[in-house]
C-alpha cells in the first residue's frame, strides 16, 4: 500500500462545474496535509493546507480532511481552463518529522 | 510567499559528466532544504534532506556517491550529479523550509523551479 494514493486521473471537467480530486494516507498519525498544482515542466505551488477535520475554504478552493476515514480532498468551484494541471497530495507524516510525502498526482483537465 | 531561485533550469550534458545544480533561499534563512527528483508522470520523491552545516540524510536507495549534497550557507544548497548517465536523466526539485527551530505544524515548503537534466 503506498502511504499517499490518489487517482491518477485523468479526471475531465467541464468548465464552470466543481472538481472534486480526492486523497488517502495509510499513516494514521499523519498531522499535517498539503495540496500543490503542478503544471508540465513546473515545480509545484502550494493551493492549500490543512490541519484540523473539516472543511478549509479560500476561494474557489476548499480543502476536506476527515482523519477517522483516513482521507482529504480538494474541491475546486467554477472551475476555469486555467485550472487544468496535475494536482499533488503531500502529508507531512508526524509532527516533527521533516519529510513530506507525495502522492503520484491526480491530472486534470477543464474543458471549455 | 517566500522565494526559492533554483539554477540552472535546464541542462543536457554527456554522459560521464558531472552536473551541479543550486537552490537558494532569497528572502529568507533555511536550515534544512530537500531535493526531489520526478521522473514523467510520476511523483516527486524525497532524495535528500539538507541541513546547514552537517551531512545531508540520503533517503533508501539513493546513492549518496553519486548525489553529492553540500549546504554550506543558510541560503545555499548545490546537489551535484556526478559521472551522470542518461537513467539519471529526470526533473530535479529543491524545497527550503524557513529557520524557526522546533518544527511548527504550520510550516510550508517553498519549492525552486526546478531542474531538468537530460543526460545523452
Known amino acids: 500500500q503506498k502511504e499517499v494514493e490518489q487517482n491518477s486521473g485523468p479526471l475531465s471537467v467541464p468548465e464552470g462545474a466543481i472538481a472534486s480530486l480526492n486523497c488517502t494516507y495509510s499513516?494514521?498519525?499523519?498531522?499535517?496535509f498539503f495540496w500543490y498544482r503542478q503544471y508540465s515542466g513546473k515545480s509545484p505551488e502550494l493551493i492549500m493546507s490543512i490541519y484540523s477535520n473539516g472543511d478549509k475554504e479560500d476561494g474557489r478552493f476548499t480543502a476536506q480532511l476527515n482523519k477517522a476515514s483516513q482521507y482529504v480532498s480538494l474541491l475546486i468551484r467554477d472551475s476555469q481552463p486555467s485550472d487544468s494541471a496535475t494536482y499533488l497530495c503531500a502529508v507531512k507524516k508526524i509532527q516533527g518529522a521533516q519529510k513530506l510525502v507525495f502522492g503520484q498526482g491526480t491530472r486534470l483537465t477543464i474543458n471549455p | 510567499g517566500a522565494v526559492v531561485s533554483q539554477h540552472p533550469s535546464r541542462v543536457i550534458c554527456k554522459s560521464g559528466t558531472s552536473v551541479k545544480i543550486e537552490c537558494r533561499s532569497l528572502?529568507?534563512?533555511?536550515?534544512?532544504m530537500f531535493w526531489y527528483r520526478q521522473f514523467p508522470k510520476q511523483s516527486l520523491m524525497l532524495m535528500a534532506t539538507?541541513?546547514?552545516?552537517?551531512?545531508?540524510?540520503?533517503e533508501q536507495g539513493v546513492e549518496k556517491d553519486k548525489f553529492l549534497i553540500n549546504h554550506a550557507s543558510l541560503t545555499l544548497s548545490t546537489l551535484t550529479v556526478t559521472s551522470a548517465h542518461p537513467e539519471d536523466s529526470s526533473f530535479y526539485i529543491c524545497?527550503?523550509?524557513?529557520?524557526?527551530?522546533?518544527?511548527?505544524?504550520?510550516?510550508?515548503?517553498?519549492f525552486g523551479s526546478g531542474t531538468q537534466l537530460s543526460v545523452l
Open positions: 528572502d529568507f534563512q533555511a536550515t534544512t
Open positions: 499513516d494514521r498519525g499523519s498531522q499535517s
Open positions: 539538507s541541513n546547514e552545516g552537517s551531512k545531508a540524510t540520503y
Open positions: 524545497s527550503a523550509r524557513t529557520m524557526g527551530g522546533r518544527f511548527a505544524t504550520n510550516e510550508k515548503l517553498f
